[in-house]
Every structure is written in structure tokens, then in C-alpha cells.
């Protein structure tokens, strides 16, 4: 399964498109790094969703080293459609913790259930008919609804995280 989901990304549409087009459009999108969507949870994530314009609808599939993951839903807006975009994004997900690094915990993995808010730049560094790529700055903060509780950062201010990835998106074509 890993190792599908590391072939995925790589996988180019059988037809060309000609970037996104007006109404809904399909997307696959691959990120390396702290993500606006899963941060800590998701350094690697797979993202389907749908676009229209400047909006996005989406689920996640994210991990980190296979020790954290989880999956979750989310909408995304994009300002503009320039070469440097300003975006927010909200999403709620479930993540997963397997008891690798803690001796004392069992064997149960551990669950629990966030939603995020996050706003940056997108600046894109590479675009073709079919696969469009950014770097992406910004911040997130999370709420824990475990803890009841803001999501804390080890940084001198705990309630934000950094947002800095590389994103992969394939354009899936429309059905005709």
C-alpha cells in the first residue's frame, strides 16, 4: 500500500489539459513537508479533490515516517491565480500514533481528532498543461479536540506551527 502510494504521484494523465478550466475540475496533489492541511502529520500527503476556480475541496491522506498519519477533509481558497498566491485553508482530521517511541504505552495505537486553520503564499516554480508545482510558506494552528485544547508548537509561540512545502498537482481531464 506504501508503496502505492509513493508511485501515485508520478503517474501523469493519459490526456493533456490546459491548466485549470472554468467549473469543477479533478486534482491529485503530492506534498513533501510541514503541510497547510496535516502539518506534523502529514510530511508526506495525498490529496484528491476537486477545484473550481479559486476553491478547492479535498481529502487527505497524510504520514510522517509511518509513525503519525491520519486522513482528513478540508476546503482551500486561493486569492489569486498569479505566479505568488495568498491562501487559507481549513481542515478536520484523524490521526493516528503507533506506540514506536514510547515503551510504556502499549500496543494500542493512539487516535485523536484536529481541525486546522492555515493562511501563506503559494509560489509556483514550475507549470505545464497538466502538473503545476509550488513552494508554499505560512503558518497553521490546531485544535485538539482530545485535549480540548490548542495544539502546541515546541516554539516560542505555541499556538503556531510553520507551513513550508514542495506540492506536486496532476490535472485529471474532464470527461467528455
Known amino acids: 500500500m506504501i508503496l502505492l502510494l509513493l508511485l501515485l504521484p508520478f503517474s501523469t494523465p493519459s490526456e493533456e489539459v490546459s491548466g485549470p478550466e472554468p467549473g469543477l475540475q479533478k486534482y491529485v496533489e503530492n506534498s513533501f513537508g510541514l503541510t497547510e492541511k496535516m502539518n506534523v502529520f502529514g510530511m508526506y500527503s495525498l490529496t484528491v479533490g476537486l477545484r473550481d476556480h479559486s ?43 503507533l506506540p514506536a517511541m514510547c515503551p510504556n504505552c502499549g500496543s494500542i495505537p493512539k487516535t485523536r481528532a484536529y481541525a486546522s486553520g492555515s493562511a501563506g503564499l503559494e509560489f509556483e516554480i514550475y507549470k505545464s498543461r497538466s502538473r503545476v508545482s509550488h513552494i508554499q510558506l505560512g503558518v497553521l494552528t490546531a485544535y485538539s479536540f482530545h485535549d480540548l485544547a490548542i495544539f502546541e508548537s515546541p516554539s516560542d509561540i505555541p499556538w503556531i506551527w510553520p507551513v513550508v512545502n514542495l506540492k506536486i498537482s496532476d490535472y485529471v481531464p474532464a470527461s467528455r
Open 55 to 97: 476553491d478547492q475541496y479535498f481529502v487527505v491522506l497524510g504520514t510522517t515516517f509511518i509513525i503519525f498519519g491520519g486522513v482528513g477533509v478540508g476546503w482551500k481558497h486561493n486569492f489569486s491565480d498569479s505566479a505568488v498566491s495568498p491562501y487559507t485553508c481549513v481542515t478536520a482530521y484523524g490521526v493516528y500514533t
